[in-house]
């Protein structure tokens, strides 16, 4: 599993266990890498909105399940650590 939260952590992470990282391992693609996380892939810009804020809770209420699958993938995100280190 890999988070956002953790992009260079997880890209790592994935080299590490995929073997990539015996593969490929040039300038170009470190390069790459380092642009990827430095830049990002999703440009998008949205409003933010305060914790505890009317709107905040709706949304928190409509994306119920989407919040118990993040933190059911932050927990097994940091079980793997262990496995994948």
């Known amino acids: ?3 956002l939260d953790k992009f260079e952590e997880s890209l790592d992470r994935y080299e590490r ?3 990539w990282n015996k593969r490929f391992v040039d300038a170009d693609h470190k390069a790459c890498q380092k642009s990827l996380v430095r830049n990002g892939d999703n440009k ?14 709706l ?3 409509k994306n119920e399940y989407d919040i118990l699958l993040y933190e059911f993938a932050v927990q097994l995100y940091e079980e793997q650590t262990a496995l994948i280190p």
């Open 44 to 57: 998008n810009k949205h409003k933010t909105y305060q914790e505890g804020d009317e709107i905040w809770e």
């Open 1 to 3: 599993v890999g988070l």
């Open 59 to 61: 949304l928190k209420k």
């Open 17 to 19: 266990y995929f073997g």
